[in-house]
């Protein structure tokens, strides 16, 4: 039998501590990732984005949260939707708390020069923690959704290899950026939408969609799983959409003013960074294959996705076809197996690389999620295991590429001698760039589980969505 059989019916497995203890596996892999992560803390995150949160922050607690969508000076308004905005007017309160000050322009400049006063320390930590303890829950929820189809310790393994990739650790201790916050909504939300629990697709789903815009990729999933399950479940299938409906309401409410500004950061999310890529190693790093990454003169080194690249089609139209062929894939094979398990899983991992590779503008944090929904869709194969490891080690390198961590030290100069030069006369971008295409097209084909837009003749039967 399978060792990854979702019955559990191996002996061993069923005596072990894991599978004895429900709750002893994630509480390992919560501490394990707290654990690793704290001696980050204390260091100054990326200047700009720090920077940018610490002046949200600060100015919603000064001004009300509507604010930060206005224009200030010494503050760019605010490119993010609502909910995120909840948590920085929070962490206001608890720097004041902590502190006896607020994240003045003073603060502000110690934390972005890295100089180590105990108001920049304090800083970094507490705007760090959000999102390193969405690190450590997903990694934990890993551990219990994976074992109710696989084997316990396989979970266990799962989730706690997830919570220590490198890619990971940097992105919330390191970097100080939230990616982990919407991705663990979005797993979470998928989850639900495995077991057919449509209010709570809904409800994570549509908080996922406020904290951070380009979560809407899965937007087709959701849509699908609800049309679906509307006939059998047309009750909570409503009931969802009012969740829906509710929580945008609440957390737009306090918005209400200035929802020209809520609306831009949806609606301009595509046009903010108008370049062909912003380090992301898409697809389209391969038409600009620079050596290193710049913070000023963008125009100077990147090149602009809105001028004709191809038959006077633009790089930013080319990307956006890209994707809506893999959308209409993905709704295609969802809709011809009802939506089943395996489909599921298939389009939880085909829609974010797809995006990560097609669309323009791609920054390498853009990749994130890919690492998580792979996780979440454990196969157990050695296909899938090599996929997954992969993109591991490419998401991990852009990310290092782009930013290796705060100051000179020994081991950051080191991290950018080697990314930063070219390997056997090759920047290591492009060769990841067409490691995150193989990967897609790995995923598209059925490689990975036979189970693929280019491999109908593999499709298992659906269910029997009457059964039961």
């Known amino acids: 039998m399978n ?18 203890s429900r709750w002893l596996a994630p509480l390992v892999v919560f501490l394990l990732a707290l654990a690793v992560r704290l001696p980050f803390l204390h260091a100054p995150g990326f200047p700009p984005d720090q920077d940018q949160f610490f002046s949200w922050s600060q100015r919603s ?10 224009p200030a000076d010494f503050m760019w308004p605010s490119n993010y939707p609502p909910a995120y905005h909840y948590v920085l007017r929070g962490l206001a309160e608890v720097f004041h708390w902590r502190t006896g000050r607020d994240l003045d322009r003073q603060v502000r400049s110690e934390a972005y020069y ?21 690190d450590a829950i997903l990694g934990a929820l890993l551990v219990v959704w994976l074992g109710r189809r696989v084997r316990a310790r396989t979970a266990f393994v799962v989730g706690g290899v997830y919570v220590l990739l490198p890619a990971v ?45 380009q979560v809407l990729v899965f937007a087709p999933i959701w849509l699908l799983i609800a049309v679906s399950d509307l006939r059998l479940q047309w009750k909570r299938g409503l009931l969802g959409l009012l969740i829906a409906v509710v929580i945008c309401v609440i957390v737009v409410l306090p918005f209400w003013n200035e929802l020209d500004g809520v609306k831009t950061a949806y609606t301009g999310a595509a046009d903010f960074y108008p370049y062909v890529h912003l380090n992301g190693f898409s697809a389209w790093f391969l038409s600009n294959p620079i050596e290193r990454p710049q913070l000023r003169d963008l125009d100077r080194v990147y090149a602009r996705d809105n001028q004709p690249f191809a038959l006077g089609v633009t790089p930013k139209i080319f990307g956006s076809i890209g994707l809506g062929v893999v959308a209409v894939l993905v709704i295609l094979l969802m809709r011809r197996r009802g939506c089943d398990e395996a489909s599921l899983f298939w389009a939880a991992r085909t829609l974010p690389l797809a995006f990560f590779v097609f669309s323009t503008q791609m920054h390498e944090r853009y990749a994130f999620p890919i690492l998580a929904v792979g996780a979440w ?21 852009n990310v290092l590429w782009s930013w290796a961590g705060p100051g000179d030290g020994a081991v950051v100069s080191a991290i950018e001698r080697v990314l930063w030069s070219k390997w056997l006369g090759v920047k290591p971008g492009v060769l990841f760039s067409l490691a995150f295409i193989a990967a897609l097209g790995a995923s598209l084909s059925g490689w990975i589980d036979g189970l693929g837009a280019f491999a109908p003749t593999s499709l298992r039967p659906a269910p029997d969505t009457k059964a039961g």
Not at 61 to 70: L, N, T
Not at 183 to 198: G, I, N
Not at 201 to 212: E, S
């Open 114 to 134: 890295g100089r180590g006063t105990e108001s920049a320390l304090a800083a970094a930590l507490i705007y760090k923690l959000p999102a390193v303890f969405a």
């Open 377 to 397: 869709s454990f196969l157990g194969s050695r296909r899938w295991r090599t996929w997954w490891g992969i993109l591991a080690v490419c998401v991990t390198a």
């Open 3 to 20: 060792a990854d059989n979702p019955t559990h019916s191996n002996a061993a497995d069923k005596t072990s501590v894991f599978a004895r």
């Open 169 to 213: 650790i940097h992105n919330s201790s390191v970097w100080g950026q939230v990616d982990a916050i919407p991705t663990l909504l979005v797993v979470a939300s998928l989850e639900a939408a495995r077991r057919r629990k449509l209010p709570a697709m809904w409800a994570l789903a549509t908080i996922a969609a406020l904290t951070k815009a």
């Open 61 to 70: 607690a000064d001004e009300g949260m509507s604010a930060v969508y206005r």
